[in-house]
């Protein structure tokens, strides 16, 4: 069964700093697809950046990036000139690639952002 | 357009009560979901659809049950509730299981508490 982990329950992170959020998977598949999700206060899950498994360029979006790592199975999420609107919860998701949809999500990761 | 939204957002019930948390999504998507988001456990699938008059099981399933008998409308049942029950059920919905960029979209959530 694929899993997905987040090993940091919290960070932390000065305004206009840089920040690493970690997500490791377990996958036999070679067709899937990850996902990094925001959570803010409202509860309101928001789509942060997603990755195609077959691509090995890392995906970007703004000020957020991820350093996809195939053969280590990591998917990190590197949020550059942190706002203090980053402040949420954040998931790692995964899915198989195919006619399901079925997302996997990690245990979350809760980034403080300090003015 | 309104997304999907979720009714109601929030409620209480005592051990042994039935509810029905509603689902309705305005974008024309085939499949929906239910998750439950508990403390420290991110959010795990316990029913979805691949279209109308359809459903399957996902994570969690049990002690709940759901019905699509409307494309836009996915219910969830409670026929009696547990405190093991108390979370926060998130709703989702997506166009179909297989294209590459096919983001799920989420509810508000419904935050339920059984005493």
């Known amino acids: 069964a694929q899993t997905v982990t987040q090993s940091q329950p919290e960070m932390s992170v000065q305004e206009a700093e840089t920040v690493t959020l970690s997500c490791t998977y377990d996958?036999?598949?070679?067709?899937?697809?990850l996902f990094w999700y925001k959570q803010p206060p409202s509860r309101q899950m928001i789509l942060v950046i997603r990755q195609e498994a077959y691509k090995q360029q890392n995906a970007t979006e703004n000020r957020f990036s991820v350093n996809f790592q195939k053969a280590a199975k990591s998917f990190s999420l590197k949020i550059s000139d942190s706002q203090l609107g980053d402040a949420a919860m954040y998931f790692c998701a995964y899915r198989r690639g195919g006619a399901t949809n079925k997302l996997i999500f990690g245990t979350g990761t809760l980034l403080a952002v300090q003015p | 357009n309104a997304g999907v939204t979720q009714t109601p957002k929030f409620r209480v019930l005592k051990t042994g009560q039935s509810m029905t948390l509603l689902c309705a999504q305005d974008m024309n998507h085939e499949y929906m979901y239910w998750y439950r988001q508990d403390p420290g456990m991110g959010l795990r699938l316990i029913h979805y659809?691949?279209?109308?008059?359809?459903?399957a099981k996902g994570e969690v399933p049990d002690g709940y049950n759901v019905s699509r008998l409307k494309k836009q409308n996915f219910l969830l049942g409670l026929e009696s509730a547990a405190p093991s029950q108390t979370s926060v059920y998130f709703c989702?919905?997506?166009?179909?299981?297989?294209?590459?960029?096919?983001?799920?979209?989420f509810g508000p959530g419904t935050r339920l508490t059984v005493l």
């Open positions: 989702a919905s997506s166009y179909d299981g297989g294209r590459a960029y096919n983001e799920q979209f």
């Open positions: 659809s691949v279209g109308e008059g359809t459903t």
């Open positions: 996958t036999s598949e070679s067709d899937y697809y």
